[in-house]
């Protein structure tokens, strides 16, 4: 495969490598290192890509093993928490921060849920994949998919009305 062909095959779906990266490693600059692995671990099997079926899948799934092991891993200890992909230049300082405070709070929600509520959550709700494709992903039934997902969204849910709801009886 040339590097143009591999180009148009990879760059549809490189964002969506990053965030699934940035969201499972936080850091910015480690979801775009991370990122970066997997391309370069696609191009080293451009030969073998067309026996994928579906190379978006693939790369997702490398994606998320490669992010799995190097949290894992030693060097994940110099993670830090960055966010910084929320913006609204009409609204007043207060509400800035209050949004960013919500934000913040399903940020540490999200990073306490169960590994595979985590995934279902990312995957189906910010990255809109189908059941049937995130089951492929984390070798799980669509309905436990659903299952997984409904879980996740209820701890999420109920954890941020705890929050907003602190000391109103």
């Known amino acids: 495969m040339k590097q143009s062909e591999f180009l148009n095959v990879v760059l549809p779906f490189k964002d969506k490598l990053f965030r699934l990266a940035k969201r499972l490693l936080v850091s910015t600059e480690e979801a775009a290192d991370a990122t970066q692995e997997i391309l370069l671990k696609l191009w ?84 809109q994949y189908s059941f049937d494709e995130i089951g492929k992903l984390l070798e799980m039934t669509p309905a436990a998919v659903r299952v997984a997902l409904s879980r996740a969204r209820k701890t999420v849910r109920q954890k941020l009305m705890e929050k907003h709801n602190y000391g109103i009886a």
């Open 44 to 127: 080293s099997k451009n030969d073998r890509m067309k026996e994928y079926s579906n190379v978006e899948a693939f790369a997702m799934t490398m994606t998320k093993n490669f992010c799995l092991d190097r949290l894992k891993s030693k060097q994940a200890s110099n993670l830090k928490l960055v966010h910084s992909n929320y913006t609204d230049s009409n609204s007043s300082l207060q509400r800035q921060v209050e949004a960013q405070d919500s934000v913040n709070w399903v940020e540490k929600i999200m990073e306490s849920l169960p590994e595979q509520q985590k995934m279902a959550l990312q995957l189906r709700d910010v990255e």
